[in-house]
C-alpha cells in the first residue's frame, strides 16, 4: 500500500475488502477534476471502485466549489437528495458514508454538518492525503468529522503515488493557492497561501502519467505562472524552467498551463512560448475588466493598457497565440461607462476563447463588503450584452481556422458513428471520422468547418 497516514487504523481495517463503491462527483475548476482523481487512488488500497451510480455508493465524495454562490448552494440541493438514497440503502441493510471535500468544505467546515445531516465527513483540500484515516474514524468512531486544518505536512508527498491515467490528456497540480487577495475572490481563503511543488517531483509524476499513455499534460495552479518549486539545483525554479524540464519527457507531447496572472507572465515565459515547440499556442489570461477604476477596486493591480501591451508582446513572440480569459461584469460600483470599457476591450482583443460570470458575492471577501452593491438585473442584463460580442469573438477566431491543417490530438469517441474527438493547439474541439486506433495520437486534420464551439475536418496524410 502506498505512503498514506494510517497509524490508528486496525489492521484488518487496512485490508481492502473488494466490491466496495465510491461515488465522486466534482463541482468547479480542473484542480478539483484532478483532486478527484488523487481521492479516487487514495481509496482505491481499500477496495472502493468507482461508480456512476449514486444509489450504488459505500462511499459518496461531493468535491466542491465555493467561487459563486450558484456553485456552492447547488452542493445542499445535491446533499438532500443524497440524504434520500442514503436511507433507502439503510433500510436495504447497506452503509453509505457521505463526504464534502473542497472548497466550500474549506469554507463552510462545521456549517455543513448543521445544515446537512447526512454528511459524516467534510474535509478541505489541504487534507486528502488523510482521507483513509478519517474515512475509517468517522466509521469506527460514529462520529462526524470536520477536518479543515491546514497542515504542515505536504500533501502530495503523501498521497499515494500511483497515478492512474484515463486518457490521452491529463491534468497535472503544480502549484496552489494564491497570495494576491483579488477582492471579489475566496480562494485566498478555501486554497491557501502559494505553494509550488518541486521540479523533480512533478517531472516524475508525468513520466508516470506518459508510461501509462498520457500524451498531453495541462498544468494547474490557481495562479501557475507565479510557480517557484524547487529546482534541481535546490534553488526556485520559474514555470518556464519546469516546462523545459518536461519538453525533455520523451512521448510528452504538448504542454498547456492554468490559470495565469497577468502580473506574473514573466519574460521567460513568453519566451518559452516562442522557443518550446512542446508548449501549446493558447494562453487562459483572466483580465476581469476593462475599467481601471473597477480593476484597481477588485486589487488587480494591472489596467487595461498593461494588458493590452502584454497581449502584444506574447503576439510578438508567438504570433498565433490563441487567448482566453475570465470576465466578471457588475462588480460593485461599476458603472455603463465602465462596463463600455470592457466591451471595448474584448472587441479589441480577439479572444478564442472566455468564461464571463456576474459578481456574486462571497462571505469573508473585501468586495462583499464595498458599498453599491448592483441590482441582479443590472448584472444580467450586462453578462447577457459581453456574452454575445464574446460569442462573436470565439466564432471569428473559429471560422479563421478553416482550409488550415492542424495537428489534432485524439481523445475520445464523438457522438456520431466512426467520429472521433479530439483537440487542437488552441484548445478546440475538433471532429472528423478516423479509426479508434488513432486514440492518443495527434494527426493533421484539415479543417473544413467551424461551429461555435468546434471545428470538423478531414484527416490528411501524415
Ligand atoms: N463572482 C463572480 N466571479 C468570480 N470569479 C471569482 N470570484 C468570483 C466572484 N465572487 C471568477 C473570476 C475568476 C474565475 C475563476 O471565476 O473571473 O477568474
Ligand atoms: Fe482569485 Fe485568481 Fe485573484 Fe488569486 S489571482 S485571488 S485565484 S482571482
Do not use: W
Amino acid at each position: 500500500m502506498a505512503t498514506i497516514d494510517t497509524p490508528d487504523i486496525a489492521a484488518d481495517e487496512t485490508l481492502p475488502v473488494p466490491g466496495k463503491k465510491v461515488f465522486i462527483k466534482t463541482f468547479g475548476c480542473q484542480m478539483n477534476v484532478y483532486d478527484s482523481e488523487r481521492m479516487a487512488e487514495a481509496v482505491s488500497p481499500l477496495g472502493y471502485a468507482e461508480t456512476g451510480v449514486l444509489e450504488d455508493a459505500d462511499l459518496v465524495i461531493l468535491n466542491t466549489c465555493h467561487i459563486r454562490e450558484k456553485a456552492a448552494e447547488k452542493v445542499y440541493s445535491d446533499l438532500g437528495r443524497i440524504r434520500q438514497v442514503k436511507d433507502e440503502r439503510r433500510l436495504a441493510g447497506k452503509d453509505t458514508v457521505v463526504t464534502v471535500a473542497g472548497c466550500v468544505a474549506q469554507a463552510e467546515g462545521q456549517e455543513i454538518i448543521a445544515r446537512a445531516p447526512a454528511v459524516d465527513l467534510v474535509i478541505g483540500p489541504q487534507s486528502y492525503h488523510r482521507l483513509p484515516e478519517l474515512l475509517y474514524r468517522a466509521r469506527s468512531e460514529s462520529r462526524r468529522i470536520v477536518e479543515t486544518a491546514f497542515p504542515e505536512e505536504d500533501k502530495f508527498s503523501r498521497l499515494p503515488e500511483a497515478r492512474v491515467a484515463r486518457a490521452a490528456t491529463a491534468f497535472l497540480t503544480v502549484q496552489e493557492g494564491c497570495d494576491k487577495f483579488c477582492t471579489f475572490c475566496v480562494v485566498p481563503y478555501t486554497r491557501g497561501v502559494e505553494y509550488s511543488r518541486p521540479v523533480a517531483e512533478l517531472v516524475a509524476e508525468a513520466r508516470k502519467l506518459v508510461a501509462a499513455g498520457v500524451r498531453e499534460v495541462t498544468l494547474l495552479g490557481q495562479n501557475v505562472n507565479a510557480y517557484h518549486g524547487d529546482g534541481d539545483d535546490g534553488r526556485p525554479a520559474t514555470l518556464a524552467t519546469l516546462i523545459r524540464k518536461l519538453s525533455e519527457v520523451e512521448d510528452l507531447e504538448r504542454i498547456r498551463y492554468t490559470t495565469s496572472h497577468p502580473r506574473d507572465m514573466s519574460d521567460d515565459l513568453i519566451r518559452a512560448h516562442r522557443d518550446e515547440a512542446k508548449l501549446m499556442p493558447f494562453l487562459h489570461l483572466p483580465v476581469q475588466s476593462g475599467s481601471d477604476r473597477i480593476l484597481a477596486a477588485m486589487n488587480r493591480k494591472h489596467t487595461a493598457d498593461d494588458y493590452r501591451r502584454l497581449v502584444g508582446k506574447i503576439r510578438d513572440a508567438r504570433p498565433d497565440m490563441a487567448l482566453s480569459t475570465d470576465i466578471i461584469v457588475g462588480f460593485p460600483s461599476e458603472t455603463d461607462a465602465d462596463f463600455e470599457a470592457t466591451l471595448a476591450l474584448v472587441a479589441e482583443m480577439g479572444f478564442a476563447q472566455a468564461f464571463s460570470f456576474k459578481y456574486s458575492p462571497r462571505p469573508g471577501t473585501p468586495a462583499a463588503k464595498m458599498d453599491e452593491q448592483l441590482p441582479e438585473t443590472v448584472k444580467s442584463e450586462r453578462l447577457a450584452r459581453l456574452q454575445e460580442l464574446l460569442d462573436q469573438s470565439q466564432a471569428r477566431f473559429n471560422a479563421g481556422c478553416i482550409g488550415k491543417t492542424l495537428p489534432v490530438l485524439f481523445e475520445k469517441s464523438g457522438r456520431h458513428a466512426g467520429q472521433l474527438v479530439g483537440r487542437s493547439p488552441y484548445l478546440q474541439l475538433v471532429h472528423a471520422t478516423a479509426e479508434p486506433a488513432v486514440l492518443g495520437h495527434i494527426l493533421p486534420v484539415e479543417i473544413s468547418a467551424a461551429g461555435p464551439n468546434s471545428l470538423s475536418g478531414v484527416i490528411r496524410a501524415a
